[in-house]
């Protein structure tokens, strides 16, 4: 599931823009070719370097190890050492370098990996990426160029690029998130030249109605805060409580991974997740303070050691259920909220309730290669348990004001973010 942070950011967006109506003012059937797969923009494949290279990985550089966003070529593929080439390689990765990405969604850094030969390196700003693509000659050239250097998300789901008789390329692309003042969502047609400028020359306003539940993981024994977020400040409570009720969680798991010897960076990823939990909670309630709200403490005695089967089960229907919608639900309010303190606060919380996600999928993969197939059967049929319920859960509304200061989601817009990665995440 190394996918959901873009996975969750293009369903976001989507959903966000979604229920827009207005008159159709730019002819969409005019593009005739498609840079992405699916959701994700993926052009690397169809570029021409200018300068002579085996591979090239497009890579998030706040991500560790690297997460491969798009390829081309193969790595080392002409080294003679290839074993010497792939340790270069792997030595270029650093939080620090790359160019800054910002597309009104959670911000990162991105650089491109390239080998000629026994020749490793790192490209890492804009004016390096238009040095190694040159002329701009390809669709997948210019789509990349405006993706990697834009604030311009290219319009995936149908053809979004078209070459023109000069050479030269348009690309449909939206800005915007719709959230607060001045941010409408917008539809472009954007042409980018040979030598790699770049302008819009058509804009369409979208109109869209005003923008639901903080799932994450419970432990064993946990039960929910009273308060039924009748305002704002006990929304925050009670998400703080449940942000507290994560970290035992957390560190049970680390303890129960370490007694049946998982992966250490299994074990090192759930303690992470636990420390990560102790600053949700206190960034969480001090929003539920400023808002009037009390989170109750949240108390657990340390639990049993359990078998591997039960470990897998809770870890599949909290972890790769709730959590990951959680993650996602995190990612729709940093877009949502119209509060900047909240929103700066749910920047944090979705990057690394996304990450714990991904640990979940990772705990996941690692717990059911170690049991019986009838184990793995009664752990599936509690996903999709859990997932059917998880569902039905959404029908409660939350307070008005969470909905627009905070940027919950409404009963229908959690239904939408849910139904749109279903069939992604949790298909049979």
């Known amino acids: ?12 967006l989507a959903t966000l823009a979604s229920g827009c109506v207005g008159g159709t003012t730019i002819d969409r059937a005019k593009f005739t070719a498609d840079v992405c797969e699916g959701s994700l923009v993926k052009p690397l494949s169809g570029i021409k370097p200018a300068i ?5 990985e497009l890579r998030d550089a706040f991500s560790t190890p690297p997460q491969v966003l798009d390829t081309f070529g193969t790595l080392c593929g002409t080294a003679k050492d290839k074993v010497a080439c792939q340790k270069a390689v792997e030595a270029l990765h ?94 472009h047609v954007v042409r ?19 923008p639901n539940c903080v799932v994450g993981r419970r432990p064993e024994g946990f039960e929910e ?15 703080a409580h449940l942000e507290a009720a994560a970290v035992p969680a957390f560190e049970r798991l680390a303890r129960e991974l370490r007694a049946h010897r998982a992966p250490r960076k299994l074990i090192a990823a759930a303690r992470r997740s636990a420390r990560d939990e102790v600053r949700h909670a ?14 109750e403490p949240v108390a657990f005695q340390e639990l049993a050691i359990r078998e591997l089967e039960a470990i897998a089960l809770e870890n599949a229907t909290e972890g790769c259920v709730r959590e990951t919608f959680g993650a996602l639900v995190a990612t729709y309010q940093a877009h949502a909220a119209r509060d ?35 184990a793995r059967t009664r752990i599936d049929a509690a996903v999709a348990h859990a997932v059917a319920t998880l569902r039905h859960d959404m029908s409660t509304p939350v307070c008005p004001e969470a909905i627009e200061l905070a940027g919950f989601p409404t009963p229908e817009r959690a239904r939408a973010l849910f139904d749109a990665i279903a069939p992604e995440v949790w298909a049979a």
């Not at 206190?282 to 709200?293: E, I, M, Q, T």
């Not at 606060?345 to 197939?373: N, P």
């Open 1 to 12: 599931m190394s996918r959901l942070p873009y996975l969750f950011r293009s369903v976001v």
């Open 52 to 56: 002579a290279i085996d591979g090239a």
């Open 94 to 187: 650093r939080d620090d370098i790359g160019w800054f990405i910002s597309r009104g969604d959670i911000g990162g850094r991105h650089y491109l990996a390239t080998t000629s030969g026994e020749e490793v390196r790192a490209v890492t700003t804009i004016a390096e990426l238009k040095s190694l693509l040159g002329v701009i000659d390809t669709a997948d050239e210019a789509a990349l160029l405006l993706h990697e250097s834009t604030a311009h998300r290219i319009e995936c789901g149908g053809n979004n690029v078209r070459s023109l008789p000069d050479g030269s390329f348009e690309v449909l692309t939206r800005t915007g998130s719709g959230c607060g003042k001045n941010d409408d969502v917008e539809l």
């Open 192 to 210: 980018v030249g040979r030598d790699g400028s770049i302008a819009v020359s058509e804009t369409e306003t979208l109109k869209r109605s005003n």
């Open 225 to 239: 805060p009273c308060a039924e977020g009748r305002d704002l400040g006990e929304f925050f409570a009670r998400m």
């Open 282 to 295: 206190h960034a969480v309630a001090r929003l539920a303070r400023r808002f009037g709200g009390c989170p």
């Open 340 to 374: 900047p303190q909240i929103s700066k606060v749910m920047r944090g919380i979705a990057q690394d309730e996304t990450r714990h996600a991904q640990l979940s999928w990772e705990v996941a993969k690692w717990a059911l290669s170690k049991l019986d197939g009838e």
